[in-house]
């Protein structure tokens, strides 16, 4: 299994999704590769938001070896689950996608919690309250991918 979680610019939340994600991975053994991406350009190859870094440590996470990402469209063909991370993510992906197959492949990461419901993870990047937040969204939301997909 593949999984790829996109955010807008790879260095606040979808950093976090994938360090989460990669710890359940790894206590449940799977072999899945996890991987993280934005859709925007702005921070190709910087390491993730220090806040982000701080709440994954004060979870026992170290996310400091992650690099910032473009999504690209062969993305979309290379994994197999793709998680947005908000509404405005999941459209960018969508556009990139050619296929049905991909299109069925990119799904809002909270609807695993709380199917159809359409939840935004917020971004915290403009302010210092909401990292710790948006981490427990993503805790269960990667709890809820791994009951899901784990056979």
Request: aromatic residues 6%; negative net charge; contains cysteine.
């Amino acid at each position: 299994m593949k999984v790829l979680m996109v955010c807008l610019g790879n260095i606040c939340r979808s950093p976090l999704a994938e360090g989460i994600l990669k710890e359940k991975v790894k206590a449940k053994n799977l072999d899945w590769t996890v991987d993280s991406a934005g859709t925007g350009s702005w921070h190709v190859g910087d390491a993730p938001d220090p806040r982000s870094i701080a709440v994954a440590a004060t979870h026992g996470l170290d996310i400091t070896s992650q690099r910032g990402r473009q999504l690209k469209p062969a993305d979309l063909e290379n994994y197999d689950l793709i998680f947005a991370m908000d509404s405005m993510n999941f459209q960018h992906i969508l556009l990139l996608a050619t296929t049905d197959v991909q299109r069925e492949k990119v799904q809002l990461i909270m609807n695993m919690e709380k199917p159809d419901h359409n939840q935004n993870v917020p971004d915290p990047y403009y302010g210092d309250d909401g990292f710790e937040g948006v981490y427990q969204m993503l805790d269960r939301a990667c709890t809820a991918i791994i009951e899901k997909y784990a056979h």
